[in-house]
């Protein structure tokens, strides 16, 4: 997994692309599972859980010193959360 880290690029493109996938992903999970368990129907913060991953992503990246790439994912965790606000406000 180091090695494949080292080779990615230092792009803040790149970083954005991650951090927009990985809470894509998990917060489609916890949409399936709010709408299909009856007892978390009401259970909307499991989204910042998927939202939140991206914190320990970027953690590791900048471990790496990938700081171009932390922090494209820094802003797309900014994105995330301002889409979570918006969802939850309107």
């Known amino acids: 997994m180091q090695e494949q880290l080292r080779k990615l690029n230092n792009s ?3 970083g954005l ?6 809470p894509a992903i998990l ?4 949409w399936f599972i709010i709408h299909h ?3 978390l ?8 859980g998927g939202i939140a991953v991206n914190a320990y992503i970027m953690q ?9 790439t932390g922090r494209g994912i820094l802003a797309a965790t900014f ?3 301002l889409i979570f ?3 939850k406000v309107f």
């Open 12 to 14: 803040v493109w790149i």
């Open 85 to 87: 606000f918006a969802y």
């Open 79 to 81: 994105l995330c959360a």
């Open 41 to 48: 129907a009401k259970a909307d913060l499991l989204y910042i």
């Open 37 to 39: 368990v009856a007892s």
């Open 60 to 68: 590791y990246f900048f471990k790496f010193n990938k700081e171009n």
């Open 27 to 30: 917060c489609g999970i916890a």
């Open 17 to 22: 692309g991650i951090g927009l996938l990985s």
